[in-house]
């Protein structure tokens, strides 16, 4: 099984919501931080937000702040990303990724994480 599964993409209307889920396999999320990405067609990769691995902070890029919550599940091993109110901006495949680090606060630079997901879509449309 592949070590991060995404769930959870979809159509959704502008200022709707969607919970995507990243199901971890095989990695301890006390010593993984996990990331979700995003890469919009046509675009390059940009981080959307990251949750520690020793304390479970969470770190958001501008573009998630007050609108994106991330979350874990440490006995399911899933990381959440709640996505609110909703824009045509956000449309983009999201893909989940795990970086071991201990001890340190989680970064959203994609070059820094090892392991991916395949991705879902979301797309956001009236």
């Known amino acids: 099984q592949a070590p991060l599964v995404e769930s959870g993409g979809g159509l959704v209307e502008p200022g709707g919501s969607l919970k995507l889920a990243c199901i971890v396999s095989?990695?301890?999320?006390?010593?993984?931080?996990v990331g979700w990405f995003r890469q919009a067609s046509g675009k390059e990769r940009e981080g959307v937000a990251c949750?520690?691995?020793?304390?479970?902070?969470?770190r958001y890029t501008d573009s998630a702040k007050d609108r994106f919550t991330i979350a874990r599940d440490t006995p399911k091993n899933i990381v959440y990303l709640q996505m609110n109110n909703l824009t045509q901006g956000d449309t983009a495949v999201y893909t989940c990724a795990a970086r071991r680090l201990i001890f340190r606060q989680c970064e959203t630079e994609s070059s820094l994480y090892g392991q991916w997901g395949q991705g879902t879509q979301v797309t956001v449309s009236s």
């Open positions: 095989g990695l301890n999320l006390d010593y993984y931080a």
């Open positions: 949750i520690s691995a020793s304390d479970g902070q969470p």
